[in-house]
T-cell receptor
Framework: EPEVTQTPSHQVTQMGQEVILRCVPI?????FYWYRQILGQKVEFLVS????????KSEIFDDQFSVERPDGSNFTLKIRSTKLEDSAMYFC??????????FGQGTRLTVV | DAKTTQPTSMDCAEGRAANLPCNHS???????VYWYRQIHSQGPQYIIH???NNETNEMASLIITEDRKSSTLILPHATLRDTAVYYC????????????FGTGTRLKVLA
């Protein structure tokens, strides 16, 4: 069964450093998403991406964040200068629009 | 903000059917209802979705009322591994098709 894969599963970084979280969406999906979940809180939408551009972003997705689809398979989330409050689980998802979004198992980002 | 309302928590005895309700009174004609669950801090897992008709798959059944203002997810024979937070989501058909998670229902299956 096709699945969304995310790497790394856990990333520890120092405050102020840049991190790149990677995702391989399901191959025939055209809609891509990043979500985050701070420990004990709900899953929050960050950004959606379609046709090689951002289609929508939330208030959380400020100038420190960027997304890219550098090739035909990968979808990345970059945080330029991490803050302590960026510590969270980050989930990538992909969708064919109708049949629901499928989520990866997440990257646990810890900023120290 | 989420367009759905769900009870905060529910308990269910192992082996019995778990019926999880959801209200989505502002749903519009072309919006789908999706159900997901999240076990611990794993990625949300797709369960089922529907537009108007009732749906069934290997995991669950989805019953949507005729006016589409509410739905019920049914896990026919709950097991301990079904303990999770269950989310009812109405898709955003504004063009971005994003999925907005509310706080969901924390289902605890009891032995």
């Amino acid at each position: 069964e096709p699945e969304v894969t995310q790497t790394p599963s856990h990333q520890v970084t120092q405050m102020g450093q840049e991190v790149i979280l990677r995702c391989v969406p399901i191959s025939n999906h055209l809609y891509f998403y990043w979500y985050r979940q701070i420990l004990g809180q709900k899953v929050e939408f960050l950004v959606s991406f379609y046709n090689n551009e951002i289609s929508e972003k939330s208030e959380i997705f400020d100038d420190q964040f960027s997304v890219e689809r550098p090739d035909g398979s990968n979808f990345t989330l970059k945080i330029r200068s991490t803050k302590l409050e960026d510590s969270a689980m980050y989930f990538c998802a992909s969708s064919d629009r109708i049949n629901g979004a499928f989520f990866g198992q997440g990257t646990r980002l810890t900023v120290v | 903000d989420a367009k759905t309302t769900q009870p905060t928590s529910m308990d269910c005895a192992e082996g019995r059917a778990a019926n999880l309700p959801c209200n989505h009174s502002t749903i519009s004609g072309n919006e789908y209802v999706y159900w997901y669950r999240q076990i611990h801090s794993q990625g949300p897992q797709y369960i089922i979705h529907g537009l108007k008709n009732n749906e069934t798959n290997e995991m669950a059944s989805l019953i949507i009322t005729e006016d589409r203002k509410s739905s019920t997810l049914i896990l026919p024979h709950a097991t301990l591994r079904d303990t999770a937070v269950y989310y009812c989501i109405v898709s955003d058909t504004s063009g971005t098709y994003k999925y907005i998670f509310g706080t969901g229902t924390r289902l605890k299956v009891l032995a």
